[in-house]
């Protein structure tokens, strides 16, 4: 079948998306509206972006308040859309009743993770930088974002990709077996953003909140990110950070593929996997 399935996923998801311009309309404003409130509620609390910005300078080592929240929004959008995206697409296919037929045709685990994981970095990725340049140009950092740091830091980013198209096997594994997905993934989405240093660095977290922070690939994005384009630390080093993520790129995949042949055995055993 070569990559015929492979693809014949990716077209069928993108065409239901290209259904629905709703969607990505939303996931284009999403950032914005994620990088405005902490912009706004600076603003009312220290009376003016100068004020803001020196306060901010003490724990973060860059004035740039703004870009600093714009890099941690958009980042974690991206990254956001792929971790959930293959549970959901499970889910949905569950709901509509064909998450049955479409896990006992005769392909491959990794065809149909493949498949999925291509249109989610397509769109992922097209949504969050248009999102990224719309707000750059309201604020003026468009010199930073068509820069060489922009495309080093974009290196950093996609190498977490890998680890969160794992974690994203791992959830999806959760989201068959819990089959109720909406209060897990509302709940642990809001873990994520406090967590992972969108809005401010995980230095300012207790040691065992960093420690749980560091689990997950999206706070290593961050921070090395804006490290990149704004010349401020990294969490450890340019090195370690990186052996840190090619580490989670192996062994978060194995684990997600474990869980959800796992997840699906189990629900091939019970004669469950049609049934939301």
Do not use: C
């Not at 392909?107 to 999925?116: K, Q, T």
């Not at 090395?224 to 630390?233: F, G, K, P, S, V």
């Amino acid at each position: 079948m070569g990559g015929q399935p492979i693809l014949g996923i990716l077209r069928a998801r993108f065409k239901i998306y290209t259904r629905y311009p709703g969607w990505m309309i939303m996931n284009i404003i999403v950032p914005i509206v994620i990088t405005m409130m902490p912009v706004f509620l600076a603003f009312s609390v220290a009376g003016s972006m100068t004020n803001a910005g020196n306060i901010f300078y003490k724990y973060t080592g860059t004035r740039d308040m703004v870009f600093y929240i714009i890099v941690g929004a958009t980042v974690w959008s991206l990254s956001n859309g792929i971790l959930w995206d293959f549970g959901m697409w499970l889910y949905e296919e569950m709901e509509a009743g064909t998450l049955e037929q479409v896990l006992l045709t005769p392909v491959s685990v990794f065809e149909l993770l493949l498949g999925s994981v291509l249109y989610t970095l397509l769109i992922s990725f097209i949504n969050s930088m248009l999102g990224l340049v719309i707000t750059g140009a309201l604020f003026g950092y468009l010199n930073l974002i068509f820069s060489i740091e922009f495309v080093m830091a974009l290196g950093i980013i996609l190498l977490g990709f890998i680890p969160l198209f794992g974690m994203s096997i791992f959830f999806g594994a959760i989201v068959l077996k819990i089959k109720e997905p909406w209060s897990f993934i509302n709940v642990l989405t809001a873990f994520l953003v406090f967590i992972s240093g969108v809005f401010y660095p995980i230095t300012i977290l207790p040691p065992l909140a960093r420690f749980i922070a560091l689990l997950f690939p999206t706070t290593l994005q961050i921070a090395d990110a804006r490290a990149i384009m704004l010349h401020i630390e990294y969490v450890f080093s340019p090195t370690v950070d990186i052996l840190i993520l090619l580490s989670y790129a192996l062994i978060w995949p194995i684990i997600g593929a474990m869980m959800f042949s796992r997840a699906k055995k189990e629900l091939k055993e019970k004669g469950s996997i049609g049934a939301p």
